[in-house]
């Protein structure tokens, strides 16, 4: 079993930048691609970046490229997601997932393991 937890959440105004950190425990990460999921209120999670095992490979959703970056440290066992020239529209709870194999799919449904969420809120 893989525990994800996230943290790096919290109220910034537009413009602003934050980064989101995804530890994991329980078992090495390094050859599970990661990625990170956002869901604003009444809407569904969306796919906003993933890495591959290696970190060679990345995926983004179009809204937020040039804006964040995705990242791992596998001696850490931790995935991180810089967040830049933040935007209301990013408001959402953001949640990491882990996924065997190296693909940085954007598909939510085969991702393995989550992680409860942490809230970002972009003011205007």
């Known amino acids: 079993q893989v525990q994800l937890v996230e943290s790096g959440g919290g109220l910034v105004q537009a413009g602003g930048s934050l980064r989101l950190s995804c530890a994991a425990s329980?078992?090495?990460?390094?050859?599970?691609?990661m990625g990170w999921f956002r869901q604003a209120p009444g809407k569904e999670r969306d796919f906003v970046a993933a890495?591959?095992?290696?970190?060679?490979?990345?995926n983004y959703v179009d809204s937020v490229k040039g804006r964040f970056t995705i990242s791992r440290d596998n001696t850490k066992n931790t995935a991180y997601l810089q967040m830049n020239n933040l935007k209301p529209e990013d408001t959402a709870v953001y949640y990491c997932?882990?996924?065997?194999?190296?693909?940085?799919?954007?598909?939510?449904?085969?991702?393995?393991?989550w992680g409860q969420g942490t809230q970002v809120t972009v003011s205007s």
């Open positions: 997932a882990a996924r065997r194999g190296s693909s940085p799919t954007s598909r939510a449904d085969v991702y393995d393991y």
């Open positions: 329980g078992r090495t990460v390094s050859r599970y691609a």
């Open positions: 890495i591959s095992w290696s970190g060679a490979g990345t």
